[in-house]
DNA sequence: TATTGTTATACTCTATAACTATA
DNA sequence: TATAGTTATAGAGTATAACAATA
């Protein structure tokens, strides 16, 4: 079926497109696409250990911990010793990563506008929630299953 | 709005999904899920020239000569002078990549099985329309568009 | 002059495996 | 034994700029 058979290199697409332009408008705040994800993460659930902070933007902790040196290095992230677990590090902003984070998020509305300004109205709901299901699925299986990850976690769900 | 914000992410999301997945299936024959898309991109429309071959996947030209030497030395796509223009090279699939292709195509079913089963019958086909309609809109104005079109684009400096 | 492709270069993200120190 | 993180290492993809050959 047709459908089926461009539902991946359509996903690929817009992916892209929306990537490239993410790149685009934060290189002036000298900052990646996927940079910005980081720290939006943290922006939404500070004080994450390295491993839930990977789990959540979905990226391997050793390329999350790649990621966390080049923000420390410039002030935007800070990591702390664990209060319960002296093996884990907690991440969290710095008031110049929450700075720029703010920055961040401004700079970047005109593209969440664009995008969504390009759906029908009734069908953007639906499109978030078929994307999000379909990251569920594709998860199943393959993602290492741990286990009760959420009692460290400082956010309630 | 929630829905325009966390479009996006919820797009990155399934995405990495995806990319990871395929990446993990085509492993086991020793070609990446971008080196798929290029071999796809061929197996639909051979004789490309580079350019035009990193357009319909949107990638950068450089990229694509990084990617079609790596597959070139592994005998799956040739480059040939093309015909009636001295400086381009036309790009085609081997034998031997056309049979990588519909084995790394065959391979890749059930991932799509799965993406699609994972959506209401119903809505699988706006989800395409839609995902092609952003890719669309986000690329106006950011990718140098050559040809006719061109002509008319006077924005850039 | 503009375009196709090459080259050199550099950087980010990605990922695996071996290692430590804790749990 | 299992987990959190580090380290070393490697590779793919990405992108820019300077360049040659050709249109």
Redesign the interface.
């Given at each position: 079926?047709t459908?089926?058979?461009?539902?991946?290199?359509?996903?690929?697409?817009?992916?892209?497109?929306?990537?490239?332009?993410?790149e685009?408008r934060f290189a002036q705040h000298d900052v990646t696409a996927d940079q910005f994800?980081l720290l939006?993460t943290l922006a939404r659930g500070d004080a994450l250990t390295q491993r839930e902070l990977g789990q959540r933007m979905?990226s391997d902790p050793s390329t999350v911990r790649a990621m966390l040196v080049l923000l420390e290095r410039r002030g935007l992230i800070q990591r702390e010793s664990h209060p319960t677990d002296a093996r884990a590090r907690t991440v969290s902003l710095t008031p110049a990563g929450r700075r720029k984070f703010r920055q961040l998020w401004k700079a970047?509305n005109s593209?969440?506008?664009?995008?969504?300004?390009?759906?029908?109205p009734d069908?953007?709901?639906?499109?978030?929630r078929?994307?999000?299901?379909?990251?569920?699925?594709?998860?199943q299986g393959?993602v290492p299953v741990r286990g009760p990850i959420a009692l460290h976690s400082t956010e309630v769900a």
């Open positions: 079926m459908v089926k058979n461009n539902l991946p290199l359509a996903l690929r697409a817009a992916y892209l497109a929306l990537h490239r332009r993410t685009a994800v939006a979905s970047g593209i969440r506008e664009t995008m969504f300004g390009a759906l029908p069908e953007a709901a639906a499109l978030v078929n994307l999000t299901k379909i990251a569920e699925t594709l998860n393959c």
